[in-house]
C-alpha cells in the first residue's frame, strides 16, 4: 500500500529553519515524481518544489521559496527532505509531499497531476 508520511514540521522564529521529511512506502521509488506543496486555509494549494526521480533527479521550485528551501532525495530511505531556511511569516501553512508518475519540469505540477498524497504537518513561523 502507498504511503506518504510527512515529518518535521513544527514552530520556528522568522529567520530560523526547518527540515521537513517524507518518508514514503508501497512504491517504486525512482519511477515517481515527488513534490512538496503547502496550503493556507481558505487559498489553492500551492507547489512549491517537487524532484523528479523517475528521471535526471532534476529540481524546481516556486518563486516564492527559491534559494530558501531545497528538496533533495535519499533513494536508500525512500525519503524525500525539504530543508527551509530562512522562515518567513507567511511560510506558515499546512506542509504535504505528494507522489506521482508524472513527468516535472520545466513548470511545478499541479497538485492534481498527483495521486498519492501524505497526510500534511502544520509549519508555522512567528516574527
Known amino acids: 500500500e502507498v504511503q506518504l508520511v510527512e515529518s518535521g514540521g513544527g514552530f520556528a522564529q522568522a529567520g530560523k529553519s526547518l527540515r521537513l521529511s517524507c518518508t514514503t512506502s508501497?512504491?517504486?521509488?525512482?519511477?515517481?515524481?515527488i513534490g512538496w506543496f503547502r496550503q493556507v486555509p481558505g487559498k489553492e494549494r500551492e507547489a512549491i518544489a517537487c524532484i523528479s526521480n523517475n528521471d535526471d533527479y532534476s529540481t524546481y521550485y516556486a518563486n516564492s521559496v527559491k534559494d530558501r528551501f531545497t528538496i533533495s532525495s535519499d533513494n536508500a530511505k525512500n525519503m524525500v527532505h525539504l530543508q527551509m531556511n530562512s522562515l518567513k511569516p507567511e511560510d506558515t501553512a499546512v506542509y504535504y509531499c505528494?507522489?506521482?508518475?508524472?513527468?516535472?519540469?520545466?513548470?511545478?505540477?499541479?497538485?492534481?497531476?498527483?495521486?498519492?498524497w501524505g497526510q500534511g504537518i502544520q509549519v508555522t513561523v512567528s516574527s
Open positions: 508501497g512504491f517504486t521509488f525512482d519511477e515517481f515524481t
Open positions: 505528494a507522489a506521482d508518475r508524472i513527468t516535472a519540469g520545466p513548470n511545478l505540477p499541479f497538485a492534481w497531476e498527483y495521486v498519492y
